[in-house]
């Protein structure tokens, strides 16, 4: 993933642009570049690494000049992250300049046929083809030899091309990949995502696949990619700007960390106790026959999200009563699923652009299933694809590392769980009512762990030095601790496996050696003595236990067994993952800061994956 600004207007370009790319940050950070239309001449300066490096590169009025412009950050996927490789990319004549995200897959021919009529190319990209295949076509207007550059193109893609002869014109277009346009009073801008543009304006119009804009400082004319004009829907943004940033935080992470209390009120909200009482989620559009016919529920997803939906498996089998079968995008589209008639199928995804739950997606409609999304991002692709969304309501996430929307995604998961029940009749209404009441009192539970950091950061000064360490526990903790221990791995780069407590002594145990931090779960009362003796076992080999339990009678029994214990506010077993995620998240962000990693953007990963 990549991220993409553009702007025209009264303003100097440069500083616009520039803070854009750094509330996009957390779609790529190994370049970035910027190209403006300054009187004289178009400027162009692009390096590899951060921003910070490209802001001190540029310097001098003559790229204050510019009125309009293009930038880019950058996260490698045709060609390595260098200098030449970043973007924009100039065509041969160095007077258009183009910015891309996403990939095309026929580059390579598109390149042979072009360098056929003389074309040079200098980078290793797939974009820079965009640059050139614009000169070829280009007879004097710049949004037709953008319409047939897209139609030349096979892939995904957004894009913006700026041209030296219109000082103050840019030409957008898109497929698969998000672009959206920022519409100000006599300027415009172009971005990847919302908050690149939200200190200047929250009205923008989302494109669609196929849409090719025309931006100017006082016009934005969206057309198809045969040239007729559409009239769109004017979008109001309803994130203030400050949510998008860190607000006093050192770290998005911790910042969004913060807000889950808030967050899953969000979610809640309107779906649960409200006038009728009960859970109300219309969104979901199914009636009462097609939910009473739901005999098996099929989840698809990818990391953070994935472990979301193994959580979903236990608390939906064991409220429904009907198999749940959890799967990774990744694998789901390269063997042959068996998708029953009678089955729900369900993707989730935060940012709605993850490459292999797309292609899950598309792959499960076109076996003929009706797919629900559940995605954090309006406009997404997963959400315009699916027949049906029930969106998250996180608020933006930033960090890459996933903790809001991972907590939201598990309040929806119930939310749509219990509402099955209450049309299925699977529980009574009394059991309706103390899970609804449960559920809201969750936020103020959330509230009372995160305001006991100083446990967690003890627990994390004894963890930062170690290179490995093991995450166990049974049924919903064993899910809850695969999270957990990924939390860890891609932030703080310490290598952690979740293990079920119970498996543990069929081969691992081997590794647990005098002092190894070993993260237990233990919140589920109808296995606590099992997960006492696996605890036991782990002590007995030199093991360095940290538990995480539900406050209850047997904690007093796990303090004298532990080397830390983190008492969890009691509620319902069920509801439990909930609140045991939250100190391993802490845990993870204090191990990270203990061990001095960039917590928000940690090596080699982006917040979406939008390749294969
Ligand atoms: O946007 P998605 O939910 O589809 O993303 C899926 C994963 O790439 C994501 O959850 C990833 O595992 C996070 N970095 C975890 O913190």
């Not at 924009?88 to 021919?109: M, R, T, W």
């Not at 057309?223 to 309803?238: A, Q």
């Not at 193994?310 to 589209?333: G, N, Q």
Request: hydrophobic residues 40%; glycine residues 8%; negative net charge.
């Amino acid at each position: 993933m990549s991220g993409i600004v553009g702007y025209t207007g009264g303003q100097s370009a440069y500083p616009v642009l520039l803070s854009g790319l750094k509330k996009l940050e957390y779609r790529g950070y190994d370049s970035a570049g910027m190209a403006l239309l300054c009187p004289k001449e178009l400027k162009i300066a692009k390096t590899m690494g951060k921003i910070s490096i490209l802001e001190k590169m540029i310097g001098g009025d003559g790229y204050l000049q510019g009125l309009a412009g293009i930038g880019h950050i950058r996260w490698a996927t045709h060609g390595a992250p260098s200098d030449i490789n970043a973007h924009p990319h100039l065509d041969c004549s160095q007077k258009f300049a183009i910015v891309h995200n996403g990939i095309i897959e026929n580059y390579l021919n598109l390149r042979r046929w072009l360098e056929e009529r003389g074309h040079r190319f200098i980078s290793e990209t797939d974009s820079e083809v965009l640059a050139h295949l614009i000169e070829h076509f280009f007879d004097g207007d710049l949004f037709r030899a953008v319409a047939n550059t897209v139609e030349k193109v096979e892939g995904s893609f957004a894009m913006a091309a700026i041209y030296d002869g219109e000082k103050e014109k840019l030409v957008c277009a898109r497929r698969d990949c998000p672009l959206i346009i920022g519409l100000g009073e006599g300027e415009n801008f172009v971005a990847s995502d919302v908050p690149a543009f939200l200190d200047h304006t929250r009205r923008a119009y989302i494109l669609e696949n196929g849409e090719i804009a025309v931006v100017t400082a006082d016009a934005v004319e969206i057309y198809t990619s045969r040239g007729e004009i559409r009239t769109k829907k004017v979008d109001e943004i309803t994130w203030n700007a400050a949510e998008a940033e860190k607000e006093g935080y050192p770290h998005f992470m911790i910042k969004e960390i913060m807000e889950q209390p808030q967050a899953l009120r969000r979610t809640m909200q309107g779906r649960l106790g409200g006038p009728g009482g009960g859970f109300a989620l219309p969104e979901l559009n199914l009636t009462p026959e097609e939910i009473g016919a739901i005999e098996q529920i099929y989840i698809i997803a990818c990391g953070t999200s994935y472990h979301a939906g193994l959580v979903a498996k236990y608390t939906m089998e064991r409220i429904l009563k009907i198999p749940v079968e959890v799967d990774l995008a990744s694998e789901f589209c390269y063997r042959e699923p068996l998708l029953d008639k009678n089955m729900l199928f369900i993707v989730i995804s935060q940012s709605g652009e993850t490459a292999d739950t797309l292609a899950a997606l598309r792959l499960a409609r076109k076996k003929g299933k009706r797919v629900l999304a559940i995605t954090n991002i309006v406009g997404s692709s997963v959400a315009r694809e699916a027949d049906n969304v029930f969106f998250t309501w996180a608020g933006p996430e930033i960090a890459v590392a996933s903790t809001k929307a991972y907590l939201t995604q598990l309040s929806s998961l119930y939310l749509i769980t219990y509402y099955l029940a209450q049309e299925k009749g699977s529980l009574s209404g009394a059991e309706l009512g103390e899970a609804g009441n449960a559920m809201l009192n969750l936020p103020d539970l959330v509230e009372t762990i995160l305001a006991r950091t100083d446990e967690i950061q003890k627990m994390a000064a004894y963890l930062a030095p170690w290179e490995s360490c093991f995450y166990i526990g049974r049924n919903i903790d064993y899910a809850v601790a695969l999270e957990g221990a990924l939390k860890l791995e891609e932030i703080s780069y310490v290598h952690a496996e979740a293990y079920a407590s119970g498996e543990l002594k069929h081969g691992t145990l081997a590794l647990v050696t005098e002092g190894i931090p070993v993260v237990a779960l233990v919140t589920q009362r109808a296995i606590i003595e099992k997960s006492l003796s696996n605890i036991k076992e782990i002590k007995a080999r030199g093991g360095h236990v940290f538990c995480f339990a539900q406050e209850g009678e047997a904690t007093d029994e796990f303090q004298r067994e532990v080397d830390g214990l983190f008492r969890i506010p009691a509620t319902l077993d069920i509801l439990m993952p909930i609140l045991s995620v939250i100190p391993l998240q802490l845990l993870a962000y204090h191990t990270a800061i203990a061990r001095g990693c960039p917590v928000d953007n940690p090596r080699n990963l982006t917040k979406s994956v939008t390749v294969e």
